[in-house]
């Protein structure tokens, strides 16, 4: 049983930065994994931004690749996402997932996760 609780989210100016947090709450030490960030704009699907394996292997969307890092810190259980020159299309709610194994981009892979935590970039 893993719980996920999202935080960091708000409202910034275009070319702005933020750092999102997901905080995960078990009872097992089971790190093989992969943690994810996903998002979603009202009247698009649920799209993958950023990925990360239990040991360490990341990947991106093309449309944050260069912009959005994805990091870890084992110790605190947390994973993060800085998200750097922001744009007005990266509006939308933030979700981080788990899933065991390999990291996959369908959100239909993914059976844990968190409520969301919102992101509005302004021009």
């Known amino acids: 049983q893993v719980e996920l609780v999202e935080s960091g989210g708000g409202s910034v100016q275009a070319e702005g930065s933020l750092r999102l947090s997901c905080v995960a709450f078990?009872?097992?030490?089971?790190?093989?994994?992969?943690t994810a960030w996903f998002r979603q704009a009202p009247g698009k699907e649920r799209e993958g931004v950023a990925f990360?394996?239990?040991?360490?292997?990341?990947s991106y969307d093309n449309s944050v690749r260069g912009r959005f890092t994805i990091s870890r810190d084992n110790a605190k259980n947390t994973v993060y996402l800085q998200m750097n020159n922001l744009k007005p299309e990266d509006t939308a709610m933030y979700y981080c997932?788990?899933?065991?194994?390999?990291?996959?981009?369908?959100?239909?892979?993914?059976?844990?996760w968190g409520r969301g935590t919102q992101v509005a970039v302004s021009s």
């Open positions: 990360i394996y239990s040991q360490g292997s990341t």
């Open positions: 078990e009872n097992t030490s089971d790190k093989f994994r992969c």
């Open positions: 997932a788990i899933r065991t194994g390999d990291c996959l981009t369908s959100p239909r892979d993914y059976g844990y």
